[in-house]
């Protein structure tokens, strides 16, 4: 059953770089309501969890060392269609196969430094969301 929820995160790279006000411009230009959002920053255990299903993928330690290197913004995102839609707003993850007016294409680096997270299905979504947020923060 599709919901209307899904969860981002700006990353590191994307705070560094000083892209934070453009990217959400992007996510509220697009259509999507923020419901909860917050500057904070992944541990090393938060990170392994997080992308635990790369666990044994050669480019695991880079990504959980570049996911903690600094602060990130974490945010759920409402809209009809969430996921699917957010996934086609941020585009591929490789910035070099990325769509023209994604926010991958404007802002990524790199395919491990790719600027934002976005949910892959609704059980994804209501996991990551739930980790950073009460529900008294979901507005
Ligand atoms: P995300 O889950 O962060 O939204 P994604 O779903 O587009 O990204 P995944 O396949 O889930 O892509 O990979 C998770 C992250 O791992 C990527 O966003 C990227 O930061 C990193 N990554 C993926 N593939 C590679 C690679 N070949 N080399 C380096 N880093 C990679
Ligand atoms: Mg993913």
Not at 35 to 61: C, I, N, W
Not at 68 to 75: C, D, K, L, N
Not at 109 to 128: K, R
Request: aromatic share 8%; charged share 25%.
């Amino acid at each position: 059953m599709a919901t209307n929820r899904t969860f981002t995160m700006i990353k590191p790279d994307g705070v560094e770089n000083g892209h934070i006000g453009g990217i959400l411009n992007m996510i509220t230009e697009g259509g999507f309501r923020i419901v909860s959002m917050k500057l904070t920053q992944l541990t090393v255990a938060d990170a392994q969890k997080f992308y635990a299903v790369h666990s044994e993928r050669p480019f695991f330690g880079e990504l959980v060392e570049f996911m903690t290197r600094g602060p990130i913004v974490a945010a759920i995102l409402e809209k009809d269609n969430a996921v699917e839609d957010f996934r086609a707003l941020i585009g591929a993850t490789n910035p070099a196969d990325a769509a023209e007016g994604t926010i991958r294409k404007k802002y990524a680096t790199s395919i491990g430094e790719n600027a934002v997270h976005g949910s892959d299905s609704d059980e994804n979504a209501a996991i990551e969301g739930a980790f950073h947020f009460a529900g008294r923060e979901q507005f």
